[in-house]
């Protein structure tokens, strides 16, 4: 499954959808920085910039049955990406996700991978592919 995450009611499924990764983990992050040629004047020029972030995480799931946990792992492509923090000093872990916060400003979207905003990323849309 795979959906794009754009505007306020694709955010809320992704939080409703994901459970914001409740005590998930970031097992694999790729920054990917594109450059063009801009032949006029001879020299490379950014073109963009992708967030890629493999996360493991716990879905509870309730049925008629009963509740029970379903190990995920969800491939998070951030697009567009303007602004991005990873933060990790000796003795912390950024890629411990008790929670992730997300919301739209501006027509861009903002994802805080945890409260203390170790990993934070601006970007134009998201992708979510499970």
């Known amino acids: 499954m795979m959906r794009r995450i754009r505007t306020p009611d694709d955010v809320a ?39 890629t972030a493999m996360i493991r995480y716990e879905l509870s799931i309730r049925d008629i049955e009963g509740s029970y946990a379903a190990n995920r792992v969800a491939k998070l492509t951030m697009k567009g990406v303007t602004d991005f923090s990873v933060f990790e ?22 994802l805080w991978f945890d409260p203390q905003g170790e990993l934070y990323v601006i970007c134009d849309e998201a992708e979510i592919e499970e």
């Open 89 to 110: 000093q000796e003795g912390a872990d950024f890629s411990e996700i008790s929670i992730i916060h997300a919301d739209t400003a501006g027509g861009r979207l903002r």
């Open 13 to 51: 499924w992704f939080l409703r959808h994901t459970q914001a990764f409740q005590g998930g983990r970031v097992t694999d992050l790729h920054v990917h920085k594109q450059h063009l040629l801009d032949e006029s004047s001879g020299r490379e020029v950014a073109a963009g910039t992708v967030l």
